[in-house]
């Protein structure tokens, strides 16, 4: 009887411990390496109207939409990564191309490395804060964008 005892003592255990490290790798958020190609899968996607463009630095702003008042938000700073695309139309586009008050797709993760970051970095449940009559999501901590699109090229990319 003691031996069964055990055995279920044991079995708990290695449930228990595979259940807290299961949730503690899903609360740990993802930030793309250098030198390698973060999956698209894991990146945070949002929308919202494009407001501000320094296209020399690659960077600019985006009032991104919320579930409350559309016009309320405040503008979201985003800097492309190295390596990102932007498509305009269903073409690559640069950011100079793409006329101020679009609505846009992006497709962005947290700062790869939040000391050298040219655009603010947020806390990194900032997406989950609720601001007022504006709604939940509207400043998202994920402002490094691999891909940022127009309404026609996601529709084409994702076909619909």
Known sequence: ???????????????????VSNAIAQEKPFR?????????EKAHSYRGELIFVDHANRRGSIRVQGAGMYFR?????????PYGIIRYHGAPAELRDIPIGTVLHARAFLPPDPK??????LPVNNRNKTAGYSGKGIAPA??????????ISHCLREGK
């Open 1 to 19: 009887m003691k031996l069964n005892f055990s055995r279920w003592v044991a079995a708990l255990h290695l449930i228990v411990f595979i259940l």
């Open 32 to 40: 793309p390496e250098a030198g390698k190609f973060p999956p698209l």
């Open 73 to 81: 938000n405040k503008p979201h700073p985003f800097a492309m990564l």
């Open 116 to 121: 050298l970051s040219s655009v603010p970095v």
């Open 142 to 151: 994920e402002n490094h964008v691999l891909l940022l699109e127009d309404e």
